[in-house]
């Protein structure tokens, strides 16, 4: 009975610590997580900039942005974003084939939810150059 007790109060200590610790975590609040491009010439890349805010109390630390393919460049903050501060991160995608597309690219950070997925859709049509 006394192990239980013990085994109980560590339980209910370690729950305790994760949980003030959890609240003090960096956290990203984005203005969108998906941009839809509509139709987009074949041949000629676009941009996107996904603007976020961190809104937890560390500072916001993006580790890596990794699209899905070779078809999309990343740029993203580097430096730490503090509380309440703002970053971006750029995304190119090259338009190279006509189709319809949706990516996916995932960021990396010390962030509440440590992995975040922004996407990025659209129609790629073929240009009418001949």
């Known amino acids: 009975m006394k192990k239980f007790m013990i085994l109980c109060a560590v339980l209910v200590g370690f729950t305790a610590f994760t949980a003030f610790q959890t609240n003090n975590q960096a956290e990203f609040k984005f203005e969108s997580e998906t941009h839809d491009f509509g139709k987009i010439p074949q041949g000629k890349p676009v941009s996107v900039d996904f603007k ?34 703002s970053g ?35 129609e790629v049509v073929a240009s009418n150059s001949k």
Do not use: D, Q, R
């Open 52 to 85: 976020f805010t961190n809104i937890g109390e560390e500072p916001l630390i993006i580790s890596s942005v990794e699209p899905t393919c070779g078809c999309t460049v990343a740029k993203f903050t580097n430096t730490p974003v503090k509380k309440g501060g």
């Open 88 to 122: 971006v991160i750029s995304l190119t995608f090259n338009a190279a084939v006509a189709s319809p597309f949706t990516k996916a690219v995932t960021v990396k950070s010390n962030a509440k939810t440590p992995v975040k997925v922004l996407y990025i859709k659209g």
